[in-house]
C-alpha cells in the first residue's frame, strides 16, 4: 500500500474514540494523537520466519533469521481520524 492515508471523519469527540477502540480491537495501533485528529496504523504480519530460517540457517547460523525479525514491518493500512467542524 502507498503512504497514503485512508480519511474516516466523526462528528465529535465521542464517535472519534469509539472508532479508535474499534480499530484498536482490530489490531490498529494509534501512531500519533492531536486535539481533532488521530492516525492509527496496522502492521502487515511477518509470517515468513520459518522459510528464511531454512533458507539462511546453514550459512548464517539464524543470524539471517534474527535480521529479519528486527527489520521493520510494512504498514499494511491506516487511517487517519478527523473530527469535523
Not at 528464511?52 to 521493520?72: D, E, K, M, R, S
Request: aromatic share 8%.
Amino acid at each position: 500500500m502507498s503512504d497514503s492515508a485512508r480519511i474516516r471523519h466523526c462528528q465529535d469527540t465521542k464517535e472519534m474514540k469509539r472508532v479508535m477502540e474499534d480499530l484498536i480491537t482490530a489490531v490498529y495501533k494509534v501512531e500519533s494523537r492531536g486535539e481533532n485528529s488521530a492516525l492509527m496504523a496496522k502492521k502487515a504480519p511477518k509470517n515468513k520466519h520459518g522459510l528464511v530460517f531454512l533458507c539462511t540457517f546453514w550459512f548464517t547460523l539464524g543470524i539471517g533469521n534474527l535480521i529479519y525479525a528486527l527489520l521493520p514491518s510494512k504498514n499494511d493500512d491506516k487511517v487517519m481520524l478527523k473530527i469535523d467542524n
